[in-house]
């Protein structure tokens, strides 16, 4: 069968232009490559033809497919070569006066049907359409880097573009191996616009002091089960990379709190400390590999103290099981006694406004996360308040890691480490469904793709309950005094039906 477009070209012959001319041509399409830099297509030829040669002597592909891909290349000196294409997909730099100039070029020789596609990440497809004869031809294919490896395809439709457009690209995108998720044009589009909450959270959170970049890191791997933490993300994408993307959302949403970027990564960008490419980021590597600072011992206290739960602790009797399990001994008075160490479990609220509010011994309590079932997280987390005794910090450390389970001490935080970041994925990944930008299905289907998270935010808004993140959410709110942190109304009303985040309307 022939694909959608049986001739397209690409411009720019970068890593992405490269990578999108490999799927093309082995999909069908006969692929012309077009580059304003010296030897630059000629290099772009040689470097697929090596992809696929390594393919082939991997017995992934035939000697015929080998040969029929390579065919389907062509290299084009000149812009008037294009003239006979279906299609021209731009992967060039990206700077708005740039790609129009470029299109409004194109429009001079292909002709009226010819479907003009902007792979941009982070501009407006209605921008760069604006001044064209024939915007409505024009719309965002936005690939993610490695092409052929991942997956997932955003289809943009600008305010022009012709839906038929829109349509046609993401049946092509599905004939060259990929998943299309539609968006409508807005900054940062599903997945880097979804993608705001992961690492900006956790940059707060490290910015309070309350643990440190590699406490972040192994917290969300092992709690919420992220193949990377966000400081080992942002070291493998480079500063120089991620923090302008942080700065341009926010600033194109005018200056939203959800997005509000941070200082740490501000002033590590203007030092130069880029993170793996540059041998030093949040981590330092040696020969490719991070030096990650060793996990605190367990303390070894001589005994342990009783331990008294109060009744408003989330998953209370999980949580009484859990204590019985790991051998305490439990208090099941009103009050706890002069010697128990006091354990809260709050959703949201930091241990010392539930010490403050239930007028508990500040000095004895410590929080733990429960926003989890113990058995389905590999770390439990605590947290300490600022008055709480060193004995009892270490006696609570000692008894959750009896077992052998990781355990990690956190400072006082509002919604510990995994309630913050998790709640603000599923508000923001909310807010994109009251805007319309996408359907909660594309929503989900792009961020597991594009980004590689266990769940789409909002199956893990349903994993967690969207009543508990509601419930995180404000009290994050009423902690911090932040409108980063007030709830979306697309969220709200979900929570107060008791309908599950991907519950499809009728």
């Given at each position: 069968?022939?694909?959608?477009?049986?001739?397209?070209?690409?411009?720019?012959?970068?890593?992405?232009?490269?990578?999108?001319?490999?799927?093309?041509?082995?999909?069908?399409?006969?692929?012309?490559?077009?580059?304003?830099?010296?030897?630059?297509?000629?290099?772009?030829?040689?470097?697929?033809?090596?992809?696929?040669?390594?393919?082939?002597?991997?017995?992934?592909?035939?000697?015929?497919?080998?040969?029929?891909?390579?065919?389907?290349?062509?290299?084009?000196?000149?812009?008037?070569?294009?003239?006979?294409?279906?299609?021209?997909?731009?992967?060039?730099?990206?700077?708005?006066?740039?790609?129009?100039?470029?299109?409004?070029?194109?429009?001079?020789?292909?002709?009226?049907?010819?479907?003009?596609?902007?792979?941009?990440?982070?501009?407006?497809?209605?921008?760069?359409?604006?001044?064209?004869?024939?915007?409505?031809?024009?719309?965002?294919?936005?690939?993610?880097?490695?092409?052929?490896?991942?997956?997932?395809?955003?289809?943009?439709?600008?305010?022009?573009?012709?839906?038929?457009?829109?349509?046609?690209?993401?049946?092509?995108?599905?004939?060259?191996?990929?998943?299309?998720?539609?968006?409508?044009?807005?900054?940062?589009?599903?997945?880097?616009?979804?993608?705001?909450?992961?690492?900006?959270?956790?940059?707060?959170?490290?910015?309070?002091?309350?643990?440190?970049?590699?406490?972040?890191?192994?917290?969300?791997?092992?709690?919420?089960?992220?193949?990377?933490?966000?400081?080992?993300?942002?070291?493998?994408?480079?500063?120089?990379?991620?923090?302008?993307?942080?700065?341009?959302?926010?600033?194109?949403?005018?200056?939203?709190?959800?997005?509000?970027?941070?200082?740490?990564?501000?002033?590590?960008?203007?030092?130069?400390?880029?993170?793996?490419?540059?041998?030093?980021?949040?981590?330092?590597?040696?020969?490719?590999?991070?030096?990650?600072?060793?996990?605190?011992?367990?303390?070894?206290?001589?005994?342990?103290?009783?331990?008294?739960?109060?009744?408003?602790?989330?998953?209370?009797?999980?949580?009484?099981?859990?204590?019985?399990?790991?051998?305490?001994?439990?208090?099941?008075?009103?009050?706890?006694?002069?010697?128990?160490?006091?354990?809260?479990a709050p959703l949201g609220h930091d241990v010392t406004t539930v010490a403050a509010v239930e007028r508990l011994d500040a000095s004895r309590t410590v929080g733990i996360d429960m926003m989890l079932p113990d058995a389905t997280v590999r770390r439990r987390v605590l947290a300490t308040n600022p008055a709480t005794r060193p004995d009892m910090r270490d006696a609570a450390h000692a008894l959750f890691a009896r077992d052998g389970k990781a355990v990690s001490v956190i400072k006082d935080s509002g919604g510990f480490v995994t309630q913050r970041v998790v709640a603000t994925i599923v508000n923001i990944a909310s807010d994109i469904c009251q805007q319309g930008i996408c359907t909660p299905q594309d929503l989900d289907t792009a961020v597991t793709l594009g980004l590689g998270y266990p769940l789409g935010p909002?199956?893990?808004?349903?994993?967690?309950?969207?009543?508990?993140?509601?419930?995180?959410?404000?009290?994050?709110?009423?902690?911090?005094?932040?409108?980063?942190?007030?709830?979306?109304?697309?969220?709200?009303?979900?929570?107060?039906?008791?309908?599950?985040?991907?519950?499809?309307?009728?």
């Open positions: 069968m022939s694909p959608s477009f049986l001739h397209m070209a690409v411009v720019g012959t970068g890593a992405m232009g490269r990578g999108i001319a490999q799927i093309a041509a082995q999909a069908g399409s006969t692929v012309w490559l077009y580059d304003t830099q010296p030897n630059a297509v000629d290099a772009a030829l040689q470097s697929l033809s090596e992809t696929w040669s390594k393919l082939h002597a991997k017995g992934r592909i035939t000697t015929e497919q080998l040969a029929t891909f390579q065919s389907r290349l062509r290299p084009a000196a000149t812009l008037q070569e294009l003239k006979d294409c279906d299609l021209v997909v731009e992967a060039i730099v990206e700077r708005l006066e740039v790609k129009r100039t470029l299109f409004a070029e194109l429009e001079r020789w292909v002709g009226p049907a010819t479907v003009l596609a902007t792979n941009t990440s982070s501009l407006s497809v209605t921008a760069i359409a604006h001044g064209l004869d024939r915007p409505q031809q024009l719309a965002g294919f936005h690939f993610f880097n490695p092409v052929p490896l991942m997956k997932v395809v955003e289809v943009i439709a600008g305010l022009k573009t012709d839906p038929a457009i829109a349509e046609r690209l993401a049946t092509y995108a599905r004939e060259m191996g990929h998943t299309p998720v539609m968006a409508q044009d807005t900054p940062g589009f599903i997945v880097n616009h979804a993608g705001r909450g992961y690492g900006t959270e956790a940059l707060r959170i490290v910015g309070e002091q309350v643990a440190d970049f590699a406490t972040v890191d192994r917290i969300l791997k092992d709690q919420m089960g992220f193949k990377l933490g966000p400081f080992e993300l942002m070291d493998l994408t480079a500063l120089d990379v991620s923090h302008p993307v942080m700065e341009s959302i926010y600033h194109q949403y005018y200056e939203e709190a959800r997005y509000r970027p941070s200082v740490i990564t501000a002033q590590r960008l203007a030092g130069g400390v880029l993170g793996k490419k540059v041998g030093e980021g949040f981590y330092r590597y040696m020969e490719g590999q991070a030096q990650v600072p060793p996990e605190p011992p367990v303390p070894r206290p001589a005994s342990l103290p009783p331990v008294w739960v109060p009744a408003r602790a989330a998953r209370r009797a999980e949580l009484y099981q859990l204590l019985k399990d790991l051998g305490a001994t439990i208090e099941t008075a009103q009050q706890p006694s002069a010697q128990a160490l006091i354990l809260v909002l199956a893990m808004g349903d994993q967690v309950g969207p009543t508990n993140v509601l419930e995180i959410l404000f009290n994050l709110q009423t902690v911090y005094g932040d409108m980063r942190y007030r709830p979306s109304p697309w969220l709200r009303r979900r929570g107060a039906l008791g309908l599950s985040l991907t519950h499809v309307e009728a």
